[in-house]
């Protein structure tokens, strides 16, 4: 089933601005649509969701509101399965249209791409699959989530693997890409089996320079024995759906990201990515519903070399929610990611460069575009992170803080906010001095 975009609504306020496909919408001529663009041509983008208009919302990061078409993708979906549960899971049992869109989004073959549920589901079927062997060595940093970490952790009590944490930068302000690229580069041994990195730290909103890093890696592989080789494997989620890059572009090996953030997806939707010749060094932990895994049960044979869709855990899913799942990326994609990565980019810098100048704040996140994405971590001098977010909430914005040990204030600007969202966020800030 794969989910087409209405041609009203989302694109009516992108029309203006050149968005791709006018000429679809019903005939209109540009002159037409530029006086019936709204004024804020991103006002048409916010209107597709139904968050309460009461709140500045800045956590969209967390858990994403459903944009219409993803909405009425799943409440279509949810018909069929309450109306005849069995037909429709027979109808949409193929999962090769979900596939196929998440796929084109990232830039790889549809083959290449495991269906998970989250983020997690993703990194620890990719961690615990990975064929370590004790002595083997898991280069990851200080700056990673939980995820990354307890994946790691189980990965390596299960197969004598050692994990070595270590710091790509000092302060996340000051962070660029050359000081975290060479930080990896000098940590590699000739133990070094993974480098497990997160693209974009939620704990202080730093991006790390994947591209570099693969090139590190890649040449570190550069005489290794095969099964001496690094793969680079990355947690994605809070880079996916901001950044314009594909995986090429990012020349990691493997890729997860739940596609309930930023993307904006069905909640309880994830993606695992892997280059394709890397698949069947992964071992599955989760049984497989996928074609040959079964058939090969059925026939009392071996399974056959892991694939991508061996990597799909198997068991009844939300299915409503998976099979919607075309939507989110269409959704994407009509208004264009170049076009969704700078807007992102934009409020974001408006809303640090509006922080840095404010004496009683402290910036955790850096200035640049290239070393930041949507998350900008800080502090405001003589108050607990916690204390900052119930005064936020009394403006009536929402905030939050970083679940780690050393917290940050954290907002988010997104899609889901305007111009005049930051400013509103920004005079709040500056009313605690």
Not at 62 to 81: D, F, G, K, T
Not at 373 to 380: K, N, R
Not at 386 to 406: D, F, G, H, M, W
Request: with cysteine; hydrophobic share 45%.
């Amino acid at each position: 089933m794969m989910t087409k975009l209405p041609r009203r609504s989302l694109l009516a306020g992108l029309l203006a601005m050149g968005a791709a496909g006018c000429a679809s919408s019903g005939g209109m001529t540009s002159a037409s649509a530029r006086r019936k663009a709204p004024a804020d041509p991103w006002q048409g983008v916010r209107g597709e969701f139904n968050l309460s208009p009461a709140w500045i919302h800045m956590t969209g990061f967390l858990l994403a509101s459903h944009p219409r078409p993803v909405r009425e993708a799943i409440e279509r979906l949810r018909r069929e399965l309450d109306e005849n549960p069995v037909d429709a899971l027979h109808a949409h049992e193929d999962l090769a249209p979900v596939r196929a869109a998440a796929a084109a989004y990232m830039g790889v073959g549809a083959e290449e791409i495991a269906l998970t549920d989250s983020t997690t589901m993703g990194l620890a079927s990719m961690y615990l699959g990975l064929p370590l062997e004790a002595g083997d060595e898991v280069l990851t940093t200080e700056h990673d989530h939980y995820s990354t970490h307890e994946s790691l952790r189980l990965a390596a009590e299960r197969t004598g693997a050692v994990v070595r944490k270590i710091a790509l930068y000092a302060r996340g302000s000051a962070a660029t890409a050359t000081e975290m690229a060479g930080a990896i580069e000098a940590a590699l041994t000739p133990a070094t089996r993974v480098v497990a990195i997160t693209w974009v730290h939620s704990s202080s909103g730093v991006k790390t320079p994947v591209r570099a890093i693969a090139e590190v890696v890649a040449r570190a592989n550069q005489g290794r024995a095969p099964g001496e080789r690094v793969v680079c494997c990355v947690d994605g989620v809070h880079g996916f759906g901001v950044e314009d890059v594909t995986m090429a572009d990012l020349g990691c090996d493997f890729f997860a990201a739940g596609c309930h953030k930023w993307m904006f997806g069905p909640r309880g939707t994830g993606v695992l990515w892997g280059r394709r010749e890397h698949w069947p060094m992964l071992r599955p932990s989760i049984p497989s519903f996928g074609k040959a895994a079964y058939e090969a049960w059925l026939r009392q044979q071996p399974p056959p070399p892991t694939t991508a869709d061996m990597m799909s855990p198997g068991g009844f899913h939300s299915f409503e929610h998976r099979w919607a799942l075309p939507a989110a990326f269409a959704f994407h994609r009509g208004i264009g990611k170049a076009r969704v990565a700078a807007r992102i980019h934009a409020l974001n810098r408006q809303c640090k460069e509006g922080l840095k100048g404010m004496g009683h704040v402290t910036l955790h996140t850096p200035l640049d575009d290239a070393v930041s994405a949507g998350i900008v971590c800080f502090e405001v001098a003589g108050m607990t992170p916690e204390a900052v977010v119930a005064r936020l909430r009394e403006r009536k914005i929402i905030a939050s803080t970083s679940p780690y040990a050393t917290s940050y204030v954290r907002v988010a600007p997104s899609l889901l906010n305007s111009e005049a969202d930051v400013e509103a966020v920004l005079r709040a800030i500056r009313a605690l001095a």
